[in-house]
């Protein structure tokens, strides 16, 4: 058998031409579209750089060779690839003959360093009284989700929340591929895994979150709800799993409820949507919404929480507890925006207090103070 030392430097020295950006810390994403045309994102920002691969093949080469590490097969009849390097990036590749002009390569690099919500408050990602609000929420035991689109820092923000979870809690985690990075000691870590080239082998999410709920977690964290197991999620969170935390892809606060909506759909738990929705009402409290800005600044958009389901308008009921209100573009180029408390009442309060815990004083007293503003753009 190969070591394992051996393979990762194979696997960096096939990758050559796109090594240095591999090392830069700035560099959050690097795209390669066939050989002859890369592009990075720095801070949010794209920009094609000057670097190639030889030929085709040669990227072909890499892509098997990444493979092979991996453990997983990739030819035209298994066109797209998913795995991580030996630093821990996630890979996603597409070959002909599903890409005609490729291959394809996305790289989404992860800090080593895990951000944490004072850090997310120094970028100005959010305020220090929505990270304190956060605190509250998360030591409370909330059923929290944080949305958003590709790239807008949803696995970044759900590590920065890990912080707030009170220690001596046991916490699973499943995952798709393993990004997230808890700072806390007792965090058990489970991997989804398809099926080899037989077709056998496969452990889904929905296969690992069943077993989670039988190994005695405080909390469970899903990587990135996708599929059919949002329907278990959403029922783990109405029998007694408080704390739960997960992200999804969705672009503002109601659209997260519409798009559990769908995967719950997709389980093979035969529900109706009209009992579906109540249920999703009464698991997420919390929707967390992040978004890459026009400027490419990475920001919380909202803190929203959900407070019920009305059978007769067929809406759910939601209240901003924060949101981001924008001022146009400055003289640098970057979106002038602030981060507001709305000061709305928080229906789950009774239950911080269930833990010893009160929202933030200051929350309540900004209420005026957002009234005015609203008031005057008015």
């Known amino acids: 058998m190969i070591p394992a030392e051996i393979y990762e430097q194979t696997v960096l020295a096939f990758l050559a031409p796109v090594r240095p950006y591999l090392d830069d810390p700035s560099v959050s994403e690097i795209m390669i579209n066939g050989p002859n045309e890369i592009y990075i994102e720095r801070k949010g920002c794209l920009e094609k750089v000057p670097a190639k691969f030889s030929s085709k093949e040669s990227l072909l080469a890499a892509i098997r060779n990444l493979s092979q590490y991996v453990g997983k097969v990739v030819s035209e009849e298994n066109p797209i690839l998913e795995g991580r390097l030996p630093d821990g990036s996630r890979v996603e590749a597409v070959l002909p003959p599903a890409s005609p002009d490729g291959p394809h390569i996305a790289i989404r690099r992860f800090a080593k360093e895990t951000l944490t919500a004072k850090r997310l408050v120094d970028f100005g990602s959010m305020t220090p009284l929505a990270a304190q609000c956060l605190e509250a929420l998360v030591a409370g035991k909330t059923n929290l989700l944080v949305a958003g689109g590709t790239g807008s820092g949803k696995t970044s923000m759900l590590n920065a929340l890990s912080a707030f979870i009170p220690e001596g809690e046991r916490v699973v985690t499943i995952e798709d591929s393993r990004e997230v990075q808890f700072q806390r000691e007792h965090v058990v870590s489970f991997e989804a895994r398809p099926a080899d080239a037989r077709g056998k082998g496969a452990v889904s999410i929905r296969d690992l979150f069943r077993a989670t709920l039988r190994l005695r977690p405080d909390r469970v964290v899903v990587g990135e709800i996708r599929g059919g197991e949002a329907m278990d999620i959403v029922q783990a969170m109405t029998s007694g799993h408080g704390g739960c935390m997960g992200t999804l892809h969705a672009t503002y606060p109601r659209d997260t409820l519409t798009r559990l909506e ?117």
Do not use: N, W
């Open 262 to 378: 769908t995967m719950c759909l997709m389980s093979s738990i035969d529900m109706p949507l009209h009992a579906i929705r109540p249920q999703i009402a009464s698991a997420v409290q919390i929707i967390l919404q992040c978004s890459r800005l026009a400027d490419g600044s990475r920001k919380v958009t909202h803190i929203t929480e959900v407070t019920g389901f009305d059978a007769d308008t067929g809406k759910y009921a939601i209240r901003d507890l924060f949101v981001r209100e924008y001022q146009g573009t400055g003289s640098d180029g970057k979106l002038a925006s602030t981060f507001e408390p709305t000061g709305a009442p928080l229906h789950c309060e009774e239950q911080l207090r269930e833990h010893g815990l009160e929202f933030p004083k200051e929350y309540a007293r900004a209420a005026p103070a957002h009234a005015r503003r609203k008031g005057a753009l008015q």
